[in-house]
């Protein structure tokens, strides 16, 4: 058949690509690294920023939008941060196109900029080289901005979704009279992607502290969540960052206290992107294709008619008709109905099943003369008859059984292959026979990082909130530390 | 008064930029040609945003993502399509910096790429490279698609929010099998473009086609909604074009016809952009700021608290926010309380005309003791005393007055401005005596438009769809033609 899939345990990269691919979420553009999204990913990318969008608005935030375009001197005033992306960056050097003498379109080299501009690969220079003329007084701080925008970041190696040299993301930035409110504020945002992505997605994360290698070029330290692929990888999920006065002081930007001294603001930024939906997919998504958490999924229930006869297709669409004219007064609810001609419902079942519609409701003549219908569940495969004068208050109760038992399956796994190991010997073999997550005592210099990372391909994930506490000897130096630190190969 | 502004017939342009910084609509970024879009004026795109995406949800169109960079391979395929943006266009030519010897931060050598990619002027190019997998039969007909993107037009002479390099908009692409489907649609989609002109931004507009002088680089037409500035001039507002089968020739996209036979399908464009939010003020703001009209303002009503005494603040407060609860039943209205200390009524009263605030009320402790308050037009300055417990119902009623009011007003300055002209000669003394729109039947060539636009600066603006009919002579060539065509000088 020509829409199956490979099977995770055969080959969990094409896997991925198998789902996005039939489940017409995104597909290659044919632009180096640059997906295209399709309608079907677009979607839930959109109920993604909805909701997102509301969260931030509730915690005070405002929207914004900066240029695309970064002038090199911008991006150069902080030399950590320059140097952390300066070797992945798409850089506009001219300004217009012309007409070879053969007919050719070629760039015009008369048309070169004075200074070349940098696209945006996250946009503290650009952003902080505007507050300037927005901080003068104690009075304007907090300052409190997101925007919603494209970013580039030039990737060798790319993946749909999980990086891209095109992306769509977020991010915060904001401004603050103290250490203390920033802290605060990086806290906050932590905390509400901690919630998005566990109550919206499905997704459980750990979140923690970045280690200092993992940590963002120029911030004062980094939060971070992180989840657990089928693959037992990490993948950095939303990460909020504690800028200090990094970027102030770069950008010569103070304020009056209301003492009436010149102080540097303290400044955050965080953010997600369209990782996201990759994430989801990874964590979710089965051999059978994508698994969509109803809570984000574009469309929770898919009506599928059965019948042989005119009369009984009359009948049967009739009645989903009804329906859908009744499931209008379910809030945050979308119902379809598949009257797709000339194709069988199993092949509906099985279209339906790949772009991981969670909830399936079956409708055929047998069904109406018992004034009941078949649902079946996305996740677990399991069917409910359901009579058809109880479906409103059932099918929110189901979808909401759907949403839980996804985090709690994930939830399940992750606990299953987050192991504790006491050596770096010990790690080094657990971690090729079990992958997973490592939480280990940690007190190495960021060589040791690095070292551990070229022998082991495994990274410092996160400093894990929850894990913190009792004292125990470092699995790679014997030091005595406090810190546990997860380790784990990650995408 | 620092918050002063131009007034408008002092310095038309002058007064246009005060507004926008006065009201904290936009500002420079420094970035050539580019402007950073504040929250006050963001807020206004994201309630465009919200309004036309459900209008073009409603006409059965989706959203999806396509990349920004466009490798010049693609843009080059449409012949006059990259003769039209080819001159505006910013160029990636690398993609790393690098460091000098001397520490300067600066394009590396050695990363350009083997093909250099264009900032999407427009998607044309890309999306209909994409629709070669997505079209294959008369099914997948018709293609509706749209995109919320950034956009590059590297523009010499830049004005914030009418004409600025990097600019925010929507675009339209659709694909359909016959000529006639794809004109239905390129109708459609001017047709809200009116409806959400008039409708929601009280902006009155003529719609029409365009010239051939006018129409989009590779359009078979171009169908536009033009608006009047108060300096009278024309602003081109939205456009439809009906695109032929221009790109799925250039991109060789066919379908299946239920025939069997290959066919190429048709295709239309239309977009919207950030200009609206210029226009907008261009119609309706005058010497005292920025006027927003109610259906697109992100606030509605703005409360100025007034008291001297502490107990007078503490009873004028708590009943705005005992207003501020009641309000909460009133759909899409938003309810702003200024509690601003140590900044006097007078001071909020002019901050909040100035920011284009469609109604104000006032409260202070007379108006307590009379059970009322006052509301104040923005529109008007119209001062009307209400009973506390009838604003509910008349705070709706009076925002729709407003909306009415302003539409209205507009409309018949545009009608007012609007002329017609029998003779060239005619014309080029009326124009300079009085600007407006000049309506004259037209039936000259390409190069006529040109010589006119030359020697009067005044272009073909749109054919209007409402002045056809009886024949007439035409204004430049004395030939008899049944066509009447705007000229205008535009922005």
Same mark, same amino acid.
């Given at each position: 058949?020509?829409?199956?899939?490979?099977?995770?345990?055969?080959?969990?990269?094409?896997?991925?690509?198998?789902?996005?691919?039939?489940?017409?979420?995104?597909?290659d553009?044919?632009?180096?690294?640059? @997906?295209?999204?399709?309608?079907?990913?677009y979607?839930?990318?959109?109920?993604?920023?909805?909701?997102?969008?509301?969260?931030?608005?509730?915690?005070?935030?405002? &929207?914004?939008?900066?240029?695309?375009?970064?002038? +090199?001197?911008? *991006?150069?005033?902080?030399?950590?941060?320059?140097?952390?992306?300066?070797?992945?960056?798409?850089?506009v050097? !001219? !300004?217009?196109?012309?007409?070879?003498?053969?007919?050719?379109?070629?760039?015009?080299?008369?048309?070169?900029?004075?200074? $070349?501009?940098?696209?945006?690969?996250?946009?503290?220079?650009?952003?902080?080289?505007?507050?300037?003329?927005?901080?003068?007084?104690?009075?304007?701080?907090?300052?409190?901005?997101?925007?919603?925008?494209?970013?580039?970041?030039?990737? @060798?190696?790319?993946?749909?979704?999980?990086?891209?040299?095109?992306?769509?993301?977020?991010?915060?930035?904001t401004?603050?009279?103290?250490?203390?409110?920033?802290?605060?504020?990086?806290?906050?945002?932590?905390?509400?992607?901690?919630?998005?992505?566990?109550?919206?997605?499905?997704?459980?994360?750990?979140?923690?502290?970045?280690?200092? &290698?993992?940590?963002?070029?120029?911030?004062?330290?980094?939060?971070?969540?992180?989840?657990?692929t089928?693959?037992?990888?990490?993948?950095?999920?939303g990460?909020?960052?504690?800028?200090?006065?990094? *970027?102030?002081?770069?950008?010569?930007?103070?304020?009056?206290?209301?003492?009436?001294?010149?102080?540097?603001?303290?400044?955050?930024?965080?953010?997600?992107?369209?990782?996201?939906?990759? /994430?989801?997919? @990874?964590?979710?998504?089965?051999d059978?294709?994508?698994?969509?958490?109803?809570?984000?999924? $574009?469309?929770?229930?898919?009506?599928?008619?059965?019948?042989?006869?005119?009369?009984?297709?009359?009948?049967?669409?009739?009645?989903?008709?009804?329906?859908?004219?009744?499931?209008?007064?379910?809030?945050?609810?979308?119902?379809?109905?598949d009257?797709r001609?000339?194709?069988? $419902?199993?092949?509906?079942?099985?279209?339906?099943?790949? =772009?991981?519609?969670?909830?399936?409701?079956?409708?055929?003549p047998?069904?109406?003369? &018992?004034?009941?219908?078949?649902? /079946?569940?996305?996740?677990?495969?399991?069917?409910?008859? +359901?009579?058809?004068?109880?479906?409103?208050?059932?099918?929110? +109760?189901?979808?909401?059984?759907?949403?839980?038992?996804?985090? =709690?399956?994930?939830?399940?796994?992750?606990?299953?292959?987050?192991?504790?190991?006491?050596?770096?010997?010990?790690? #080094?073999?657990?971690?090729?026979?079990k992958?997973?997550?490592?939480? +280990?005592? *940690?007190?190495?210099?960021?060589?040791?990082?690095?070292?551990? #990372?070229?022998?082991?391909?495994?990274?410092?994930?996160?400093?894990?909130f929850?894990?913190?506490?009792?004292?125990?000897?470092?699995?790679?130096?014997?030091?005595?530390?406090?810190?546990?630190?997860?380790?784990?190969?990650?995408?």
């Open positions: 058949m020509a829409d199956k899939i490979t099977k995770r345990d055969e080959d969990y990269s094409r896997w991925y690509l198998d789902i996005i691919d039939k489940a017409r979420l995104a597909e553009s044919g632009v180096k690294g640059c @997906m295209v999204i399709r309608p079907e990913g979607a839930i990318w959109e109920k993604m920023q909805q909701t997102l969008d509301k969260m931030f608005k509730d915690t005070g935030h405002v &929207n914004a939008y900066f240029p695309m375009f970064i002038p +090199v001197s911008y *991006f150069s005033k902080e030399a950590e941060h320059v140097a952390g992306f300066a070797k992945e960056c798409a850089v050097t !001219h !300004h217009r196109l012309m007409t070879t003498s053969d007919g050719k379109i070629t760039v015009d080299p008369d048309a070169e900029l004075t200074e $070349p501009l940098v696209v945006r690969p996250t946009s503290e220079t650009i952003i902080w080289n505007t507050y300037k003329n927005w901080i003068q007084s104690y009075r304007d701080l907090p300052l409190l901005i997101n925007q919603w925008a494209n970013i580039c970041r030039w990737e @060798m190696r790319t993946r749909p979704f999980l990086r891209t040299t095109e992306f769509l993301w977020q991010e915060g930035h401004a603050h009279a103290t250490y203390e409110e920033a802290e605060a504020e990086a806290s906050q945002m932590l905390g509400v992607y901690k919630a998005f992505l566990e109550d919206y997605l499905a997704v459980p994360v750990f979140d923690g502290q970045k280690t200092e &290698n993992e940590k963002f070029p120029g911030a004062d330290h980094t939060y971070t969540v992180e989840t657990m089928q693959d037992r990888r990490a993948i950095q999920v990460t909020s960052h504690h800028l200090g006065t990094t *970027f102030s002081k770069a950008f010569d930007v103070t304020y009056q206290s209301s003492q009436g001294t010149l102080e540097y603001p303290f400044a955050t930024s965080w953010g997600v992107t369209t990782r996201l939906i990759g /994430a989801m997919i @990874m964590v979710h998504s089965d059978q294709g994508f698994v969509c958490p109803p809570r984000i999924a $574009p469309i929770q229930v898919v009506a599928v008619p059965i019948y042989k006869k005119d009369e009984e297709k009359d009948d049967v669409i009739s009645t989903l008709k009804g329906l859908r004219e009744r499931f209008k007064t379910l809030d945050q609810f979308s119902f379809k109905i009257e001609e000339s194709l069988s $419902p199993g092949f509906k079942f099985n279209d339906w099943e790949l =772009k991981g519609i969670p909830l399936r409701l079956e409708l055929g047998k069904d109406l003369a &018992n004034k009941s219908c078949v649902l /079946a569940r996305r996740d677990t495969g399991e069917k409910i008859s +359901v009579p058809l004068d109880q479906l409103e208050e059932r099918i929110p +109760v189901i979808l909401e059984s759907i949403q839980t038992t996804l985090f =709690k399956k994930a939830q399940a796994f992750q606990q299953q292959n987050t192991y504790s190991v006491e050596t770096y010997e010990e790690f #080094k073999i657990s971690l090729e026979e992958p997973g997550f490592y939480s +280990v005592y *940690f007190a190495g210099t960021t060589d040791d990082e690095d070292k551990i #990372k070229e022998e082991t391909k495994a990274t410092g994930r996160c400093i894990p929850a894990l913190q506490g009792e004292a125990g000897k470092c699995f790679y130096t014997g030091k005595e530390t406090a810190q546990r630190v997860i380790f784990a190969k990650a995408y």
